[in-house]
């Protein structure tokens, strides 16, 4: 990728009307918007050109650029994302897009755009905004040295979550052994896992989800076959069959979607369910396991999740102590998925 010069202003031809390609999702009018907690309306707030560095030179290049009061703009290599709930949202930050592209010493291929519903069932995948319309839409991008493939194509979400970057780096730190990876989409803590030397499961009922983690472990010259399990189920119906043969980990990732349905057409709520999910991992859970409890529900907090975590343990007769990671500095503070690890005594 070719970077502009300081001075220079970023330059996209708006794109050409193509039908095989991603359309934009149509407003749902009369509906009011999420109220989202950050900047102020009508602000735009970008990261700073030491930060865009700073990340650049860790190897990371996923990443949150921008933030307003109901939109956000975030890098995805040679792309950008902006994802926004009104029009206004993403036309602050187009109008703002050029200059900043200099600052940066920035060049994007594309920039596409994705719609925020309130309603789940309204989900669509991501509209090409400006750039080449026959670009190929599966890419890749880097964090912390590791790679990890995207598909703008493949609906709602691309394949890589970047608010859980500080999350993957403790894991990685953490050195585990062995890694149960709950709801694992397209393993990213897996790779991150294996790649310090451990083992891993990875669950998720989409077994599309799992090749395609599969392939990010072959992107970071792991080999899937070796001591790697990808299990297309019910994490609630596998982990009970873990704990009766007698298997544990030292790490778990429990970090669900707010709602999802198995393949008997089972529902599982996060509100409702998150709190057996719970119990459930700590019957796999070794002593001294590191388990990270994470959620994006608007309606749940971090304080939520600890509750939870220490109902439990109060249950199972089990000690820990709870830890929350350090806030990413290119999100503004309360925006991301919310986080606790809980470590076993």
Same mark, same amino acid.
Not at 282 to 295: H, M, R, W
Not at 296 to 318: C, F, I, P, Q, T
């Given at each position: 990728?070719? =970077? ?22 149509? #407003? ?7 109220? #989202? ?16 560095? %700073? ?20 890098? #995805? ?34 920039? #596409?755009?994705?719609? =925020? ?10 509209? =090409? !905004?400006?750039?080449? +319309? ?29 608010? &859980? ?28 896992? %294996? ?9 998720? !009922?989409?077994?599309?989800?799992? $090749? ?44 669900? +979607? ?10 599982? &709520? ?15 859970? %070794? ?54 690890? $809980?470590?076993?005594?």
């Amino acid at each position: 990728m070719k =970077l502009a010069s300081s001075s220079a202003r970023c330059e996209i031809s708006p794109v050409k009307t193509n039908p095989r390609r991603p359309e934009a999702i149509p #407003f749902q009018r009369g509906k009011a918007p999420a109220r #989202f907690a950050g900047p102020r309306a009508g602000r735009v707030e970008w990261i700073s050109p030491a930060l865009w560095s %700073a990340l650049a030179g860790e190897g990371t290049d996923a990443h949150r650029v921008a933030s307003g009061s109901d939109w956000w703009l975030e890098r #995805f290599g040679p792309d950008l994302l902006i994802s926004y709930q009104e029009e206004r949202g993403r036309d602050a930050v187009l109008a703002e897009l050029g200059e900043r592209c200099g600052v940066y010493a920035y060049r994007p291929l594309r920039v #596409f755009g994705k719609y =925020l519903p309130r309603h789940a069932s309204e989900r669509g995948g991501p509209a =090409l !905004l400006r750039g080449d +319309p026959a670009g190929a839409l599966e890419t890749e991008v880097s964090e912390a040295g590791l790679r990890y493939g995207l598909d703008f194509a493949a609906g709602y979400s691309a394949g890589f979550f970047i608010d &859980q970057r500080a999350n993957r780096a403790r894991l990685r730190q953490g050195h585990p052994k062995r890694l149960l990876n709950a709801f694992a989409y397209t393993c990213s803590f897996s790779v991150v896992a %294996a790649r310090a030397g451990a083992e891993t499961v990875s669950v998720d !009922l989409s077994r599309r989800s799992l $090749m395609r983690g599969e392939e990010n472990f072959r992107r970071n010259g792991l080999d899937p076959a070796g001591e790697h399990r990808f299990m297309a189920d019910d994490v609630l119906a596998v982990l009970p069959r873990l704990a009766r043969r007698g298997e544990k980990f030292d790490a778990i990732i429990l970090d669900p +979607p707010t709602f999802s349905r198995n393949q008997s057409g089972v529902a599982f &709520q996060v509100r409702r369910d998150f709190d057996r999910l719970v119990e459930l991992a700590i019957e796999v859970a %070794a002593p001294g396991a590191k388990i990270l409890l994470s959620v994006n529900h608007s309606e749940m907090r971090a304080a939520d999740l600890e509750r939870v975590g220490r109902g439990v343990l109060r249950r199972y007769k089990r000690s820990g102590r709870f830890s929350q990671t350090a806030s990413l500095p290119d999100f503004p503070p309360g925006e991301g998925a919310k986080t606790v690890w $809980m470590e076993l005594a």
